[in-house]
């Protein structure tokens, strides 16, 4: 009799961790990813030049993303490389290259508003430092940075199992810009350049809608492989100007494809 107790002891406790083990593996709330993409770009950057540039490069991220139970809210962290060749119609002698890198980090909350079925709204902040560095032979240069906060929107759509389509959009509305004066470098900033590039692309005003506008648009498809793997593709637009004298105005299109990791 003793051993018969034993024996339904052990089976009840095996039961009660498979449960618990089960019901972990269904709530897998964290997630990573990594994001190839090409990017087309067009570009005019009055303190690089007056003429028009458009190209083509490459695109590399990283993501982490992290929901609470039953999706009531999610914090995010991205890191973008994006490297363009560029060329102006004007000559081939006058091509360029262009690095841009971008650092994001938010929250978003689910406001539970029933759009339509299947659809979940999601709003909130995040704060986005991004760096923009173009040069020609060393002779001309020019770069731009911004740091500050953004108003995001985040909308899921999920037509049936293992299917989901989302689409968000990033409008920032505090910036810190930075900006050179003129084309190449004054002595200040080599002198920054040279002793520290951090004091460099934090040296800048404070710049609201009417000096700096920026607009980013990302539509996904994500097709579950299995419970811990997904496979994703995207299109972003991606649109930013600055309204001082030099001005820059610049639109990027970006095609990528990424997979995702649950745990």
Known sequence: MKTLNLVCLILVGATNIYAQKDTTQRNLKNKIAIEFGYNQVYLKDHVFSPLN?????????LNYQRNSNELKNMIFVDFNLIS???KTNASDLLSSHQYIGNFEIGYLRNTRISIMPKIELFIGTSYISEIGYLDWFSESRSYFA???LTAKTLL????????LIQTTLSI?????MVRPPYNGFNKETEELFDR??????FKGKFASFNQ???LFWKTSYTFQLSRRWDLDFAYSLNYRRTYE???LIQFNNILSSSIHFKF
Do not use: A, D, M, W
């Open 196 to 201: 520290s590039i951090i004091r460099l692309v």
């Open 245 to 247: 004298e030099n001005h």
């Open 212 to 214: 700096y506008f920026g």
């Open 84 to 86: 363009t060749g560029l």
């Open 146 to 148: 911004t740091h500050g």
């Open 53 to 61: 540039y458009t190209g083509g490069g490459s695109l590399i991220s």
């Open 172 to 176: 920032p509305i505090f910036q810190l």
């Open 156 to 163: 899921l759509y999920q037509p049936k199992p293992k299917h």
